[in-house]
C-alpha cells in the first residue's frame, strides 16, 4: 500500500489577516524520537527547530508523543488552531501491533472501550478501526521497532474524533493488541502524502 500523495489545498488569500500579521501555515512529518515542542529542559532531547527555521510564534496544533511519527500541524493562527482541535475533526493513525487482531477487537474498537485518563476510567467515543493491508509502505523507523520472531505483528488504521493522552496506544492495548510503532497518517482533510520523516511544506493557509 502506498501513501497516498494528496495534499492540502492551500488557498491564495487569508481573510483573517490583517496588515501586522502574516498568518503561517506548516505541514510536516515528525519523526520518532523528537519532541511536538520547540524547547525543553530535558538534555540531549530533539525538537522540532531542527527540522526548520521556523517563526518564533509559530506553534503545533495538538501534538505526537515522543514514541509517535508522522503529520503534525504547525501555524500562528489562534483561530485556525481553536477550529482544528475542535471536537469532530477526524484523526487518522496507521498502527503496527502485536498479534493478529481479530474483527471481534475492531468491533470493539469501533463501538468504543474503556480506557484511564488521568487515573479514571474513560469510555472512547465511536472510531473507525480496519485493517491495513497490504503493510503501507512506510519509510524504515529509526530506530527499528523490536519484534519477537515468535509474534507476528499487523496493521490497522485507527480514526478518532478525541486527543486523550496516548489514546490511541491504550485503545488498542486495551482490546489485547499492544502497540509497536504508531503513525498519524491524517488530521482532517490534510494526509501525510509524500512527506517523509523530518519534511516540512509550508502553505498559504489550512482551509476547514
Not at 503534525?72 to 502485536?98: H, I, S
Not at 487482531?101 to 470493539?108: F, I, K, M
Not at 474524533?161 to 493488541?177: D, I
Amino acid at each position: 500500500m502506498h501513501i497516498r500523495r494528496t495534499l492540502p489545498t492551500f488557498a491564495a488569500k487569508d481573510d483573517r489577516m490583517d496588515a501586522q500579521k502574516r498568518y503561517r501555515y506548516y505541514l510536516i512529518y515528525k519523526p520518532y524520537g523528537m519532541l511536538s515542542q520547540f524547547t525543553t529542559a530535558e538534555p540531549g532531547k530533539r525538537t522540532l527547530g531542527e527540522l526548520h527555521a521556523f517563526p518564533s510564534d509559530v506553534y503545533p496544533v495538538g501534538r505526537l508523543d515522543e514514541d509517535s511519527e508522522g503529520l503534525l500541524l504547525l501555524t500562528n493562527d489562534p483561530k485556525m488552531n481553536a477550529l482544528l482541535l475542535g471536537e469532530g475533526v477526524e484523526k487518522e493513525y496507521w498502527v503496527q501491533v502485536e498479534g493478529i487482531p481479530t474483527e471481534a477487537a475492531l468491533v470493539q474498537l469501533r463501538q468504543g472501550v474503556d480506557i484511564t485518563v488521568k487515573k479514571k476510567r474513560y469510555r472512547t467515543l465511536p472510531a473507525q478501526a480496519r485493517r491495513l493491508e497490504p503493510v503501507p509502505a512506510l519509510p524504515e523507523r529509526v530506530p527499528p521497532i523490536r519484534v519477537r520472531l515468535s509474534i507476528p505483528d499487523r496493521w490497522i488504521a485507527l480514526t478518532i474524533r478525541e486527543g486523550k493522552n496516548r489514546q490511541v496506544r491504550k485503545m488498542v492495548a486495551a482490546v489485547g493488541f499492544p502497540c509497536l510503532r504508531l503513525v498519524r497518517a491524517r488530521f482532517g482533510k490534510w494526509e501525510l502524502g509524500d512527506l517523509h520523516p523530518g519534511g516540512v511544506r509550508e502553505g498559504s493557509e489550512f482551509k476547514i
